[in-house]
């Protein structure tokens, strides 16, 4: 017979700066070998084995072999809203160089929380989808209206992969950099792959930050309204 839960060990791996930044750099989705995250980390090879390896025990990561390459990855992409919400509590971390205010501000202003988009971007997206009547607030999210179906249609997004239910529910994160919400789950992930491929947005190097680009820039405009600078 199991007692009650335990979380103090899942708290206790989540306790070191580096196993976090680790998880930080793959809660966007991407898979990156262990000499990857050692650089971006800034901490020695040696050091970054031994957190992958209690990370991949502990079945927070997964392990893949390609050829003579070992990825690493997320096992669950849950484990980015968890994350997200302890940001919600979290106190930033102090600025020293140019470099990691740069960085800082791209994060805040669009980065992939696993694999939809978040920050201000995906909150004013968010919002705009609201006010056009694309989308309507419920307690737990929001569900998509028959003008939502069509605007999806117009950007040509993918909803083969969404539950088959009318109407669409999308669920909500409450963003921790904008503490507003912006769009999760499967039809904003869909959402967001659109927007790469018609290269509306794209991924800042070593970073999980995004950037629009100037068409991006001008469809959101044209489809939202939205003016981003």
Known sequence: MQGDINIAPFAELLADPTRV???LLLSDGRAFTAGELARKSKVAPSTISGHLRRLVDEGVLRMEKQGRNRFFTLRDPSITHVLEMLALYAPTQAIRTLSESEQASAVRQARMCYNHLAGELGVRITEAM??????????EGYIVTAAGEEWLDTLRVDRSKLKKREPIFVPW?????????HLAGALAAALARRLFELKWMFRLPDSRAVRLTDAGKQGLGEMLGLEVH
Do not use: P, Q
């Open 21 to 23: 930044t680790i998880l």
């Open 130 to 139: 609201e006010r056009r009547g694309l989308v309507e607030a419920l307690e």
């Open 173 to 181: 994160h409450i963003d921790w950099s904008e503490r507003r919400h």
